[in-house]
């Protein structure tokens, strides 16, 4: 079944103490994002990878790091997190365009972080 | 950044009824999707909408990019319980490639049986 998981699905901790959040997929995507959700601020882009060894920063990068060792592999990594970064996380992957419609985002399941 | 204004923020309707939804930006977009969050999940593509002016039905959801391509609505027509959910407008910018999209705020759908 193609998906996109992340874990873990849920997570508390306490400030400065560094986490990661895996997501993976399996269906060889080359693009790969993070995003936040937020109560009435939608779903904000924090980083995204366009193939391996390739990431650039969204729109809310701020806090956040993210690798791109493996094409199916994406985590998201908080050095040193704060109660602001308190947020539920979604990854998503999607194919290389071919054409001039730009394929589906699929999104994980998501993880809902909490920071104390 | 780019922001979309997504409207209303939440909608009490009963079961049958019809919903309308819509999204504007000052910003011209590529594409417009439409995104539906069902509690506990991330969100599936409902709608995509490719050139100005289109208008695209599934089933019993329809949505049109407008003809300035700085808007987008979505309309649910007679609705049901499981159509409750938080769905959002999506909008891809004119020069950016496929990694990027803009979400909107989200519509909180509630339906009373």
């Known amino acids: 079944e193609a998906q996109v998981t992340q874990n873990p699905r849920y997570l508390i901790t306490v400030t400065g103490k560094k986490l990661t959040v895996t997501c993976s997929q399996n269906?060889?995507?080359?693009?790969m994002s993070w995003y936040r959700q937020d109560p009435g601020l939608g779903l904000r882009q924090i980083y995204y990878?366009?193939?391996?060894?390739?990431?650039d920063k969204g729109d809310v990068p701020e806090g956040y790091k993210v690798s791109r060792k493996e094409k199916r592999n994406f985590p998201l990594i908080l050095e040193s997190p704060s109660p602001n970064q308190t947020s539920l996380y979604f990854c998503?992957?999607?194919?290389?365009?071919?054409?001039?419609?730009?394929?589906?985002?699929?999104f994980g399941p998501g993880t809902r972080l909490t920071v104390l | 950044g780019q922001q979309l204004n997504q409207s209303p923020q939440s909608m009490f309707i009963q079961e049958g009824e019809d919903v309308s939804m819509n999204c504007t930006s000052s910003?011209?977009?590529?594409?417009w999707l439409w995104y539906k969050q069902d509690p506990g999940e991330g969100p599936v593509l409902l709608i995509a909408l490719y050139k100005a002016g289109e208008l695209t039905s599934n089933g019993r959801l329809t949505a049109q990019f407008g003809i300035t391509r700085k808007d987008s609505f979505l309309n649910i027509s007679a609705s049901i319980p499981s159509d409750v959910g938080i769905y959002f407008c999506?909008?891809?910018?004119?020069?950016?490639?496929?990694?990027?999209?803009?979400f909107g705020q989200g519509t909180r759908l509630t339906i009373n049986p």
């Open positions: 269906m060889n995507h080359e693009y």
């Open positions: 990878s366009m193939n391996v060894e390739v990431t």
């Open positions: 998503a992957s999607t194919a290389r365009s071919r054409g001039y419609r730009p394929p589906e985002q699929f």
């Open positions: 999506a909008g891809q910018p004119l020069v950016q490639g496929a990694q990027k999209l803009v």
């Open positions: 910003s011209i977009f590529n594409t």
